[in-house]
């Protein structure tokens, strides 16, 4: 039985990310990027514990065998699985012209628990370079340093009115700067909904035919205060809003 108190004892071991597991192996081969930050950073020796997930949910408790500073190995002593949060909370943010103001929006995401990441190329979106694999990299470093079990998935980036028309989740927002009719997010969750989306602009915002496009597909106009937000606050002002809601 998954147990809080269990899990919390068991995160105060180093933590470290492996896509190199399935439930039938006991032994685990460490990449050499983990493999030289746990034997030549950390210094940790044959025998010393450490705990790994695969961002699907397992914790697994491990036990070094081999301390090689290039393909570290370790063998499997414990497994728990994490269960999801029942809510599932997904942003859809334009890509910013500053690549490294999405990278944050990223990180301060995922340390927020936000589960799906869609970036959205809008009519006003400056496009950017996407590099997929660092921005995994980024994602996997905040899962970690905020003890999650759980990586976001991350898409590649949609033009808008595709992410509008593929939308399933129960709830969907749109949150827009235009002085028009608009509610305050917190009033409007339902928290007996098991997935939102929110989608949030560029710099310069959604255009009007977007916004109306939106609305056109039942998604709910928000606002986020009563100050104006940069994108990637916005977004995360957005991430917290719905996490705060519980079921």
Same mark, same amino acid.
């Given at each position: 039985?998954f147990?809080q108190?269990?899990?919390?004892?068991?995160?105060?071991?180093?933590?470290?990310?492996?896509?190199?597991?399935?439930?039938?192996?006991?032994?685990?081969?460490l990449?050499?990027?983990?493999?030289?930050?746990?034997?030549?950073?950390?210094?940790?020796?044959?025998g010393?514990?450490?705990?790994?997930t695969?961002?699907?949910?397992?914790?697994?408790?491990?036990?070094?065998?081999?301390?090689?500073?290039?393909?570290c190995?370790?063998v499997?002593?414990?497994?728990k699985?994490?269960?999801?949060?029942?809510? +599932?909370?997904?942003?859809?943010?334009?890509?910013? +012209?500053?690549?490294?103001?999405?990278e944050?929006?990223?990180?301060?995401?995922?340390?927020?628990?936000?589960?799906?990441?869609?970036?959205?190329?809008?009519?006003?979106?400056e496009?950017q +370079?996407?590099?997929?694999?660092?921005?995994?990299?980024?994602?996997?470093?905040?899962?970690?340093?905020?003890?999650?079990?759980?990586?976001?998935?991350?898409?590649?980036?949609v033009?808008?009115?595709?992410?509008?028309?593929?939308?399933?989740?129960?709830?969907?927002?749109?949150?827009?700067?235009?002085?028009?009719?608009?509610?305050?997010?917190?009033?409007?969750?339902?928290?007996?909904?098991?997935?939102?989306?929110?989608?949030?602009?560029?710099?310069?915002?959604?255009?009007?035919?977007?916004?109306?496009?939106?609305?056109?597909?039942?998604?709910?106009?928000?606002?986020?205060?009563?100050?104006?937000?940069?994108?990637?606050?916005?977004?995360?002002?957005?991430?917290?809003?719905? +996490?705060?809601?519980?079921?």
């Open positions: 039985m147990n108190e269990n899990l919390s004892s068991q995160l105060a071991l180093p933590f470290f990310y492996t896509d190199n597991f399935n439930s039938s192996q006991k032994a685990i081969l990449d050499e990027d983990t493999s030289r930050h746990v034997v030549q950073v950390l210094r940790m020796k044959k010393e514990l450490l705990n790994l695969d961002g699907k949910g397992h914790l697994l408790t491990t036990e070094i065998t081999g301390e090689h500073k290039k393909h190995e370790v499997v002593t414990e497994m699985f994490v269960p999801s949060p029942i809510r +599932k909370i997904s942003i859809g943010l334009s890509l910013i +012209k500053n690549n490294s103001r999405f944050w929006f990223l990180e301060k995401a995922t340390e927020t628990g936000v589960d799906e990441i869609i970036p959205l190329i809008c009519e006003r979106t496009k +370079k996407f590099r997929s694999d660092r921005l995994k990299n980024i994602l996997i470093s905040a899962m970690l340093q905020s003890q999650q079990c759980w990586l976001p998935v991350l898409h590649e980036p033009q808008f009115k595709t992410a509008v028309e593929n939308a399933k989740q129960q709830q969907k927002f749109i949150g827009h700067c235009i002085e028009e009719e608009k509610q305050n997010l917190p009033d409007v969750i339902n928290e007996a909904m098991s997935s939102q989306l929110i989608l949030i602009g560029p710099e310069g915002d959604f255009s009007k035919s977007e916004i109306d496009f939106a609305l056109q597909h039942h998604f709910i106009p928000v606002a986020l205060g009563n100050t104006r937000l940069r994108t990637e606050t916005a977004g995360i002002a957005a991430a917290i809003l719905l +996490k705060i809601v519980k079921k």
